[in-house]
């Protein structure tokens, strides 16, 4: 317990996702040629707890991915890790404040992009509106994530150029 240990081992397919991409399931095998073990545990309120052991694996997914564009201008929301997956399919991705939005200096970024649930943590965002929808309206993209309303938090600003 509490070890860390590098393994190498190859990846073949099981399955093509579509396109060029495909999907891979590989064990993950010990020096010895045994395969790693796993305790897998399921615990709701509404069912008995399960717990079970399986072999170890690796899931991943080869992608086709071709970006267009090369700057992002991202509004952080609840915490997600869009921003470093834009950064590793190459995108120049820049954390914008509330005065970055306000600035009206948006043009510099191919797209926008908001974090998930951007609308229920920053208040400023229900400010923003005026200023992003004079970017998309200049040719800007906008991308909105999930937001949500319910009793623990209400999106009251406008997100899209149309009611939803």
């Given at each position: ?100 939005v306000r ?37 800007g993209v ?23």
């Open positions: 317990m509490g070890q860390g240990q590098s393994l190498k081992f190859p990846f073949s397919p099981v399955n093509a996702a579509g396109g060029n991409d495909k999907a891979y399931t590989n064990t993950v095998y010990d020096p010895e040629g045994k395969p790693y073990r796993e305790l897998v545990q399921i615990n709701y309120d509404h069912i008995p707890a399960i717990s079970y052991v399986r072999d170890a694996a690796v899931q991943s997914l080869s992608v086709d991915c071709r970006i267009a564009g090369k700057s992002i201008g991202y509004i952080a929301g609840a915490g997600d890790k869009v921003p470093q997956a834009l950064n590793a399919m190459g995108y120049k991705v820049t954390m914008l404040k509330e005065e970055d600035s009206g200096k948006l043009t510099a970024y191919d797209a926008v992009v908001t974090g998930v649930r951007a609308y229920n943590t920053n208040e400023w965002m229900s400010d923003a509106y005026d200023a992003l929808m004079a970017y998309v309206h200049n040719g906008l991308l909105v994530q999930y937001n949500t309303s319910n009793f623990i938090s209400q999106v009251k600003s406008r997100i899209g150029p149309y009611d939803f």
